[in-house]
């Protein structure tokens, strides 16, 4: 496993990352895209996938298939230009309870 960090998002996204030192930048523009690119970076190893919730949410089944139960790949969801949005479950509560066993509570 590479001990590489990877954003792919929107390309506004993907800049303002790439700016903030990721070296490791992929523009995605749809779907198809997101999920050809996701695969691409899982089977090139990166330890730590960045990615926008947006993209999260549909992507879902393909994030919880390369993570599983794994630690590494850690996908991580963030916040794109237009903001925080509402959601079902919190991913990243998900990701603290397969990585460490332990449930958040709120």
């Given at each position: 496993m590479k001990n590489d960090i990877a954003i792919m998002a929107d390309p506004d996204t993907v800049t303002g990352f790439m700016l903030g030192g990721i070296k490791s930048g992929f523009p995605v523009h749809n779907k198809e895209e997101a999920k050809t690119t996701l695969k691409q970076l899982v089977d090139d190893e990166y330890s730590i996938i960045i990615t926008t919730e947006k993209i999260g949410d549909e992507l879902r089944d393909d994030i919880t298939k390369y993570t599983g139960s794994k630690a590494l790949p850690m996908i991580i969801e963030v916040p794109d230009k237009s903001g925080s949005h509402k959601r079902e479950t919190d991913p990243m509560?998900?990701?603290?309870?397969?990585?460490?066993?332990?449930?958040?509570?709120?």
């Open positions: 509560n998900d990701l603290i309870k397969r990585v460490i066993g332990v449930e958040m509570v709120k």
